[in-house]
Every structure is written in C-alpha cells, then in structure tokens.
C-alpha cells in the first residue's frame, strides 16, 4: 500500500478526545488531524514523538490531515487502524498468508453472526467452507519482542471472537488476523494485565478452533506492506 502523496512531518503536541491530534509541523504552523485509532495508542502517543500526516483537500472534512505514522521506540508504527484492513487484503493477494490463498471469491463487511457484526472479509470457494476472516491492528509498545493485543479493554473484540466460534461450530472456518505496524514485534500474545476477559476469550476460540495468525507490516513514510510472520503465543 503505497500513500497517494508524500506524508508531511511533524512534532506531536498532544493527542485529546481520541480522535484529534495537535501537531508542530515547524516554522509556527500547529495543525489539528484527525486521529484514526480508537485505542489507548499505548507507547505511540508520547508528546514530541516524530509524526507524519496525509493531508485530504475535501470541503466535506473538518480536519485535512490525518495522522498515519509515529516513530516510537526507534522504529515507524503506522497507527491508521483504517488502512489495516487493506493491508491485510493486499497480502493474502500477494499470497503472504498461505492460511488464506486459493480463494476465488472476497467480500469485505459482510453481516454475520447471532450478535449482529461485521466480518472484515469473507473468503469463499466452490467446494470449499467460507472463512471468516477478522483482523485486528497491533500498535502498542513491545517489550523483549512481545507485542500485545488490545492496548484497552475491547468488549467488542471478545464480541468477534464469540461471532467466529459460533461460525466454526458451524463448520465454516473463522480465522483471526493480528497486523502488527512495527518492525520490534518477534511474537503477539493477549494483553492479559490490560483485558484479562479478552485474553480469556482468545484462549476459549482457539480452543474451540478459530484460528489466529499474526503478520508484521514494514513501515515506512512511503507505504507500508505487509512483510512477515511472527508466531501467536497464548500461554
């Protein structure tokens, strides 16, 4: 996924009510972007962090710029929970993720489920069982390698992982996909001390035959591809 426009530089000044974010962009022009990223932003929020923005000259938006990418710890974490999706998509066309080739068909937001959800994409194939793909966005600060989901308690997170249960009990397949933004990830595991019931939760859909993967996305002010694999880990 390669940005239409060069990214613009900046210092974070602060981020406030979620989804606004106060950037230095140098030479006494202070912008406010809109911050595409419903978490705790754990790690990747830190006041006078390196940031860069896209700019969208749209007369329906309030705030041109939205903010893409941080510098946190030494490397690039793309925060723009938006574009994961895509990025996800991008590489099981690319073959990346050999759990997810060698289906014919891709619809994305498809409604399922008892509890009224959305499945980020449905593969399907003749002959074969639909999978139901969910992808979740791992941004927060990693420690020794280990990069942790969710960086904020996520009801709606253990919601999916019920949805996609219930669908394997069914006979489809359900598979959840971890995109981490950042380089320093060597493994994924459930941030248990921050959502002890979405730790639980995983561990109960794993157990009953969701699948999970976790691939790591390269990062830069360019684009950002998806480049690797890195082990789920649920002790």
Not at 86 to 109: C, F, M, S, T, W
């Amino acid at each position: 996924m390669k940005f239409a426009a060069p990214l613009i530089e900046g210092r974070l000044l602060r981020r406030y009510w979620r989804f606004l974010a106060d950037v230095d962009l140098g030479g006494g022009t202070v912008v406010t972007a809109h911050c595409p990223n419903t978490g705790s932003m754990l790690g990747c929020a830190r006041v006078g962090s390196r940031v860069w923005l896209s700019r969208h000259d749209s007369g329906t938006r309030k705030y041109p710029h939205t903010w893409e990418l941080v510098e946190a710890d030494g490397v690039l974490v793309g925060i723009n929970t938006g574009r994961t999706n895509r990025l996800v998509e991008e590489a099981v066309a690319a073959g990346v993720i050999p759990e997810l080739a060698g289906y014919r068909r891709l619809r994305r937001e498809v409604r399922y489920g008892a509890e009224g959800s959305r499945i980020d994409l449905l593969l399907e194939d003749d002959g074969r069982a639909p999978c139901y793909v969910e992808i979740k966005n791992v941004t927060a600060a990693v420690h020794d390698g280990i990069a942790l989901f969710p960086d904020a308690v996520s009801a709606r997170g253990a919601k999916h992982l019920r949805e996609m249960m219930a669908m394997v009990a069914q006979g489809h397949r359900a598979v959840l996909v971890f995109c981490v933004q950042r380089a320093d990830a060597l493994e994924v595991r459930p941030a248990d001390a921050i959502d002890p019931e979405y730790g639980r939760a995983l561990r109960r859909a794993l157990a009953a035959g969701v699948e999970a993967v976790a691939c790591r996305a390269e990062v830069t002010p360019e684009g950002i591809r998806v480049s690797g694999r890195v082990p789920v880990v649920c002790p």
